[in-house]
């Protein structure tokens, strides 16, 4: 999938679109040194929260509006009104529930000055926040914080079911497991470098070819793949 697709550029850094080394998306492909400042880190924090049960679209336009209103800070999301943060975050959807979350992460950060010393929440301090799930969990650690943790979504699982690596009905840790006990990598590529890679060109993969409805012709892994 990496000689067919190439280097993704995750986390994108909305913040940072067009401005050289990023594309006009914020995407910054073959770069793996970002976030490199605490609104970065923060801004895929949030991005990570608000792209639960949506697009990557509708993100970027609530990432603007945030970034528009001065409010993509933990003490700006924390200290504003709960109305207020709804009406920015609508085209997220879910933005009630997304308000709630995105202020206890505020807030959780706060206390206990992540941003401000450069430690990682951990694993264990992420899932005690309400509104953050093992999925979401990995993708800030893996994308804010820069630790090895393979980040496990709808499109692993369907793309690993097709294959016949898995029957479909396993648990997230399950399926993580199934690629952490798999380390044969590049030596010269870390693994985190590997793992951010890896779940982004299978998210690319599933919106070009391993979508609900398959797209078999011209498909990189065809040759391995039961369904096709």
Same mark, same amino acid.
């Given at each position: 999938?990496?000689?067919?697709?190439?280097?993704?550029?995750?986390?994108?850094?909305?913040?940072?679109?067009?401005?050289?080394?990023?594309?006009?998306?914020?995407?910054?492909?073959?770069?793996?040194?970002?976030?490199?400042?605490?609104?970065?880190?923060?801004?895929?924090?949030?991005?990570?929260?608000?792209?639960?049960?949506?697009?990557?679209?509708?993100?970027?336009?609530?990432?603007?509006?945030?970034?528009?209103?001065?409010?993509?800070?933990?003490?700006?999301?924390?200290?504003?009104?709960?109305?207020?943060?709804?009406? +920015?975050?609508?085209?997220?959807?879910?933005?009630?529930?997304?308000?709630?979350?995105?202020?206890?992460?505020?807030?959780?950060?706060?206390?206990?000055?992540?941003?401000?010393?450069? +430690?990682?929440?951990?694993?264990?301090? +992420?899932?005690?926040?309400?509104?953050?799930?093992?999925?979401?969990?990995?993708?800030?650690? +893996?994308?804010?914080?820069?630790?090895?943790?393979?980040?496990?979504?709808?499109?692993?699982?369907?793309?690993?079911?097709?294959?016949?690596?898995?029957?479909?009905?396993?648990?997230?840790?399950?399926?993580?497991?199934?690629?952490?006990?798999?380390?044969?990598?590049?030596?010269?590529?870390?693994?985190?470098?590997?793992?951010?890679?890896?779940?982004?060109?299978?998210?690319?993969?599933?919106?070009?070819?391993?979508?609900?409805?398959?797209?078999?012709?011209?498909?990189?892994?065809?040759?391995?793949?039961?369904?096709?």
């Amino acid at each position: 999938m990496y000689a067919f697709y190439g280097p993704r550029g995750w986390w994108p850094v909305r913040t940072k679109a067009g401005i050289p080394g990023f594309d006009s998306r914020g995407y910054h492909k073959g770069d793996y040194s970002l976030p490199q400042s605490p609104g970065e880190v923060f801004e895929i924090v949030t991005g990570a929260i608000l792209t639960q049960n949506t697009s990557w679209k509708n993100v970027e336009k609530t990432i603007e509006e945030l970034k528009q209103k001065d409010m993509l800070s933990p003490h700006a999301l924390a200290g504003s009104d709960p109305g207020d943060i709804a009406r +920015l975050i609508r085209s997220s959807g879910y933005y009630n529930q997304k308000t709630k979350k995105l202020i206890n992460t505020s807030l959780y950060f706060l206390k206990e000055k992540f941003l401000e010393t450069s +430690l990682s929440p951990g694993r264990t301090g +992420l899932l005690s926040v309400w509104g953050i799930g093992p999925e979401t969990a990995d993708s800030i650690l +893996l994308y804010a914080f820069g630790e090895p943790f393979f980040v496990v979504d709808a499109y692993t699982k369907r793309l690993l079911t097709r294959l016949g690596c898995i029957s479909g009905n396993e648990s997230y840790d399950e399926v993580q497991k199934y690629f952490t006990a798999r380390k044969k990598i590049p030596e010269a590529l870390p693994l985190v470098h590997y793992y951010n890679e890896y779940h982004a060109l299978i998210v690319e993969h599933a919106k070009q070819h391993c979508r609900k409805n398959p797209i078999c012709p011209g498909c990189p892994v065809k040759r391995i793949c039961r369904y096709g």
